[in-house]
């Protein structure tokens, strides 16, 4: 056993392919329980937010069901979350969770479950903020010296620093000189917001000078905010720290001094309150992120430093005091109190690996036990080898443990794809502008293996693409009984999707002896789509724009063995030139050299590219699995196209300007028209008749500007040149 390791108390993995950063943890008794045992809370980028209550029978057991209090779905990604007094009127600590455009404040608390599952929790919405500005970060705390509640001030991508007073928006400032967002903290000693500047420079800002500054509603030029009514904002301080800072911390464990923290790409530092440099450690290594708690050596302060060699370094001031090694790479590190063990180490990696741990070591009590000598009787080893070899062979006989386990579910949904086109086509209010827009069957099965109660079906595909019907309502289902539902997938709209998959998810209740309501559950299962559904076979073209070059370690394949579906049969081996077009009328091109192991796929616009590289790539490894070719791969050598992407970037952000010219525009438009209107309406209501004064004449050629201004809106936003690459 290994003295430098910390210690697994309790672990889990969260969900599947979810992401994770730096405010997506938090610790704190968000509900409220006054035991002052803390809650782990998580908040993932696919928008679930967990709430854990970790107490495992002994150090190292798997988390048990009842671990996990709450799991919901949020449906957007979920920036940061925090725990303070958010709400008005009461004391009690509540949840902000930070989405990109919204910010919403829940509270959590929990009632006596009447299943065997135990206690039931739940979240109430107590408020939303919905952003006009995409958000970065957040910080909250007493602004201004209020007492009893918590304010949260929000910064944008933009340099806005958003104020909100609980259930009110209060003000916004953009922060000067801004470029890039970074790290946001508040001082309660000092009513000042810290951050790092794109000038690699810590800034503080004062409350009051934030709350007394220009009003950032719009962003003004330097010439406007001259003119302008209000303050200048100005900085309290600054510090120039010559590197890019990961995250700030401010600590304040004496009533009268208080200390800004400050984690660098490769130093640590340690400010007063005024900006001056108190220590500062340079580090040999690359950090990911850090916590400061208090040390039990008075006028000293402890700090948790992780990195990326899975290390965990403790320190007191800039004295290295422990180092642990850790199972993954953290992208945030806290301090929690449990009911059994106090100061808990709580990590989260990016890849969802939540661990509470605890630093030294498991004493070995286990002492071996004295052997006694006695004669070995043959015939009952030999049967107990017996009993041992028939139980290993019943275990070993499914390998596969997945296919058991889909047979062991309650309900399942399968879906089957039509392999060929519909001969009818079942597209309705396509906008595509291709003559015939095709569409393909889905057919859905669900098996129930014991009584379902409310059964609903949703089926779910990308935009562009559309089904004919996204929602099934059945009956209770019966054990052993199935329902088969029948639908076509088409293109709706004039442009390229960005995959083209699918998703039925079965949403039903199971009624159990203490619930006859039945408790909810799940199922759901992904479907592929075919890609002749958006194209089909043209002749090849040699010149195009962007060019992909894919590199093999196998011989070139021919087309009428991969691509069966769009290369005429009659040309043999010898076709070597694909040709796609889209229905949106886009032209792709895939060639395969005849002397060396490549693949080119070449078109005039670059969101075409990808799909056909996937579905290339795809079909070879189905072939060469067929041939039980195991090492086959697939490389790219040249150069990202990233010029080209950020070239689609910069016309997406023009067309939103236009987009907002235009709506302007409009708006100022159609309020000239309804105050003509009013107008004419006065005069034709009048009993003694007046001249109309040309006022039909401005009507008409108002309503002919409002006409011509909605087409250019129209026409301006070609959205579908642009969303295909960036989804």
Known sequence: MSLFKARDWWSTILGEKEEFDQGCLCVADVDNSGSGQDKVIVGSYKGYLRIFN?????????????????????????????????????????????????????????TQGNV???????????????????????????????????????????GMLMLFEQESYAFGRFLPGFLLPGPLAYSSRTDSFITV??????????????????????????????????????????????????????????????????????????????????????????????IPYCSVQEGTINTLIANHSKMLNV??????????QLPCIPVSVKVANFQDLKGVIVTLSDDGHLQCSYLGTDPSLFQAPKVDSREINYEEMNAEMKELQKIIREATKTQDVLPESEKQRDVTVTAEVSPDLDEESQAIDSEVKAGAVPSVTVKITIQSRVTAQKPNLAVCVQAPLAVTCDQF??????????????????????????????????????????????????????????????CFPAQPSKAANHKLTIDTNKPPVSFVTIFPDFVDPSEGDQANALGFEFL??????????????????????????????????????????????????????????LQEYFELIDRHFELRLNAEKFQELLSERAVQFRAIERRLLTRFKDKTPAPLQHLDTLLEGTFREVHMTDDNESSGLRWDEILPLLN
């Not at 990961?246 to 005024?274: A, H, P, T, Y």
């Not at 320190?315 to 642990?324: E, G, I, M, P, R």
């Not at 054990?479 to 442009?495: A, G, H, I, Q, Y």
């Not at 056909?612 to 041939?627: A, D, W």
């Open 54 to 110: 970790p107490h495992p029978v002994k150090p190292g057991d798997e988390v048990q069901p009842e671990d996990l209090l709450l799991e919901v779905q949020l449906r957007e990604p979920i920036l940061q979350v925090e725990v303070g007094k958010f709400v008005s009127g009461t004391e009690g600590l509540h949840l902000a969770v930070l989405h990109c455009r919204k910010l919403c404040v829940y509270a959590v608390s929990g």
């Open 116 to 158: 065997e599952h135990g206690n039931q929790y739940q979240i109430k919405l107590m408020y939303e903020h919905n952003l006009q500005r995409t958000a970065c970060n957040m910080t909250y705390g007493p602004f201004g010296g209020v007492k009893g509640r918590d304010l949260i001030c929000i910064q944008s991508m933009d």
């Open 197 to 290: 500047s794109s000038c690699q420079q810590v800034e503080s800002y004062k409350y009051q000078v934030l709350a007394f500054a220009t009003d950032a509603d719009e962003r003004q030029d330097t010439e406007q905010q001259k003119l302008s009514s209000g303050k200048r904002l100005a900085v309290d301080w600054v510090l120039n720290i010559g590197e890019q800072a990961l995250d700030i911390c401010v600590v304040s464990f004496n009533q009268g001094v208080s200390s800004v923290f400050v984690l660098g790409e490769r130093n640590f530092f340690c400010l007063k309150d005024n900006g001056q440099i108190q220590f500062m450690k340079k580090l040999d290594y690359s950090p990911s992120c850090f």
């Open 315 to 324: 320190y007191q001031d800039v004295t290295l005091k422990w180092a642990a």
């Open 473 to 534: 309502v059945f009956g209770d289902l019966e054990p052993d009984s199935s329902e088969t539902v029948v639908l076509s997938v088409f293109l709706k709209e004039n442009c390229c999707p960005s995959e083209l998959e699918g998703t039925c998810m079965v949403s039903y209740n199971i009624p159990t002896e203490l619930n006859p309501e039945g408790i909810p559950r799940v199922a759901q299962c992904n479907f592929s789509l075919p890609l002749k559904l958006i």
């Open 584 to 641: 949106t009328g886009s032209k792709t091109t895939l060639l395969a050299s005849k002397t060396s192991q490549r693949y080119r796929i070449q078109s005039d616009q670059l969101e075409d590219l990808w799909l056909v590289t996937k579905e290339l790539i795809h079909r070879l490894e189905v072939h060469f699995k067929k041939q039980t070719c195991k090492d086959f791969a697939c490389t790219f050598s040249g150069s990202i196209p």
